[in-house]
């Protein structure tokens, strides 16, 4: 039998995955800075440092108005924070 059928099947790890973060809605309403950016979410725990890329989602609800500034965010999560009267920089 060949060696590559022999040896345990090996999955694949993304190198990006550790690089990236990804933030619920709700999670947005724990800091209290006016523009929520990256250096915040690293300084207020809720990111780990070595993060470079932080993506909002929609998950839970959003009641108060936030200004995001550097984030990605989904089509979703964009609707419920515009809704709440925030904005979003790019």
């Known amino acids: 039998m060949p060696l590559q059928r022999r040896l345990p ?12 973060a990804e933030l619920r809605l709700h999670e947005l309403e724990i800091p209290s800075a006016d523009v929520i950016d ?3 979410l690293k ?3 809720l990111v780990p440092a070595f993060v470079t890329k932080v993506k909002v989602i929609k998950s839970g609800e959003i009641k108060k108005a936030v200004k ?3 984030l990605a965010v989904t089509k ?4 419920e924070i ?3 009267g925030g904005s979003i920089e790019e």
Not at 76 to 79: C, E, F, I, K, L
Request: aromatic share 4%; glycine share 14%.
């Open 9 to 20: 099947k090996v999955g694949f790890r993304s190198r990006m995955a550790r690089l990236t």
């Open 82 to 84: 515009e809704k709440a």
């Open 38 to 40: 990256m250096d915040v």
């Open 68 to 70: 995001l500034k550097g």
């Open 76 to 79: 979703g999560a964009r609707a």
């Open 43 to 45: 300084a207020g725990n």
